[in-house]
């Protein structure tokens, strides 16, 4: 039996004043259709996975390529920036493969569930984690049995929408399976994300490996879906170092992207795979794209990242208004965080922020007080966001209060440029302004060679 798992999101570059070469954005590996793979290959099945952002938008092989592999079941993951592409996608498939049972999942359905399925092309849907739902749905319709039990998926009956009970986070995290990194050419994904000229990203080596140790973050950020929970649930060390060393030792990783909400949130358990790390002497570096809490973590552990292979680590400041801060409950110790940003960056490990722009009843003033926040040269890099209220989120009620619709530009939804405003103080022409004015001065060449240096002392090919 032939499944095609999909993820459906578009290429994007970001182009940086000065910069040569544009930076493409989130060709990360994708871990979670790998890990739903590598519980589906326990039986006799041929399965694909197909990530359309290595396209880089010419789409012309696809049909060709899904037509030949006539997949039984078509299990694709949506995520909310990229739904008109995936529906045109999705559309497609159907046309080509009439008989293909497509499964939706992701951050968009687990959000939007209902709203998914006014796509008649869709069968079913899984919100939620779909470790155990994924495979059980798959056993059914293979057997040609009801699904129509199976909690944490929403079904079409006829003109009927039914939601079943939702399926209860996976607790055992070390009882899921290493991801299936044979199926990808993870030789393709490094180039992606392999660009020396890069002020965003600073990998320091080729073999890129991508990897989760836990799920779930106890913050109340507005703007986050939270797709994981409130409760944080943890690999254990010994888990996320045999993990680490099969990687190393089977497929020559050497360079770590940790991509858990919050890797810093138990400081025990971090100083344990350090350590375990450290003893093991192997030649590897770690960076952690997706952030740590700032405002939590301390010298010494900074210290054991770095002694365990650090070399880049994001804090997500996203605001500097303690206002805001209030306001979107991220409650971020700006004055700790501003502390530990100048050690991180004394220890030599890269130091790289996340900031939103447009946050609703966000003034000018206030985005000026962000931006002057990062223009600290203890900062090597950062990523510029304007804010996406997304469907599911707090902030998106906060922005329908504020009178503004955001089912008007959800469909220009794009975090790395200002395509529409959010704020209700602040237009749309002088957010622009104000993000690119801000964006060419932080990225200016005295910063860049600055970072660049730093980095080259990590570089190895």
């Avoid at 990998?203 to 990897?211: C, G, H, L, Q, V």
């Avoid at 690999?235 to 940790?258: A, N, T, W």
Wanted: proline share 6%; with cysteine; net charge neutral.
């Amino acid at each position: 039996m032939n499944i095609l798992l999909i993820e459906a999101d578009e290429y994007r570059e970001l182009i940086i004043p000065g910069i040569e070469k544009p930076t493409p954005l989130d060709i990360v590996h994708p871990l979670g259709l790998m890990t739903l793979a590598a519980l589906l290959k326990e039986t006799d099945r041929n399965i694909k996975i197909l990530d359309t952002r290595l396209f880089k938008r010419d789409y012309s092989s696809l049909p060709e390529l899904i037509k030949g592999f006539n997949p039984f079941i078509t299990g694709i993951r949506l995520v909310s920036r990229a739904v008109p592409f995936a529906s045109d996608l999705i559309k497609k498939i159907k046309e080509l493969c009439p008989q293909t049972h497509i499964i939706a999942g992701g951050p968009h359905v687990t959000f939007c569930k209902e709203k998914v399925l006014q796509d008649k092309n869709i069968e079913v849907c899984v919100y939620g984690e779909g470790d155990i739902t994924f495979p059980l749905l798959v056993n059914r319709l293979e057997e040609k049995k009801s699904y129509k039990d199976i909690k944490g998926i929403i079904y079409r009956e006829g003109e009927h929408v039914y939601k079943n009970p939702p399926r209860p986070y996976v607790e055992d995290l070390d009882s899921i399976p290493f991801p299936a990194w044979d199926l990808i050419d993870n030789e393709v994904y490094c180039e992606f994300m392999y660009n020396p000229h890069s002020p965003i990203y600073f990998n320091a080596r080729r073999k890129i490996a991508s990897i989760f140790t836990s799920r779930g973050c106890p913050y109340a950020c507005s703007f986050c879906h939270n797709i994981f929970g409130k409760r944080v649930r943890f690999q254990s060390p010994e888990k996320v170092f045999s993990e680490i060393k099969r990687l190393h030792d089977d497929f020559g990783m050497c360079q770590y992207h940790i991509w858990d909400d919050i890797f810093n949130i138990n400081k025990e358990r971090v100083h344990e795979i350090c350590d375990m790390i450290i003893k093991s002497h192997m030649d590897i570096n770690f960076s952690f794209p997706n952030g740590l809490r700032g405002d939590i973590i301390n010298k010494d552990l900074i210290l054991k990242l770095k002694a365990a292979g650090t070399t880049v680590i994001t804090y997500a400041i996203e605001t500097a208004s303690e206002r805001l801060q209030k306001k979107i409950r991220k409650n971020i110790d700006l004055k700790k965080l501003k502390e530990v940003i100048h050690f991180t960056s004394s220890a030599g490990i890269i130091v790289r922020v996340f900031i939103i722009l447009g946050f609703p009843t966000e003034t000018v003033e206030e985005m000026n007080t962000t931006i002057n926040y990062i223009m600290d040269p203890a900062i090597d890099t950062a990523v510029f966001q304007v804010l996406n209220p997304f469907e599911g989120t707090a902030i998106y009620e906060d922005v329908k209060k504020n009178g503004i619709d955001p089912t008007d530009f959800e469909d220009k939804y794009e975090y790395i440029s200002p395509n529409f405003s959010s704020s209700g103080e602040v237009s749309l022409e002088e957010l622009k302004e104000i993000y690119y004015d801000a964006v060419s001065r932080f990225f200016n060449p005295e910063r860049v060679n600055r970072s660049y240096e730093k980095w080259k002392r990590f570089h190895k090919v």
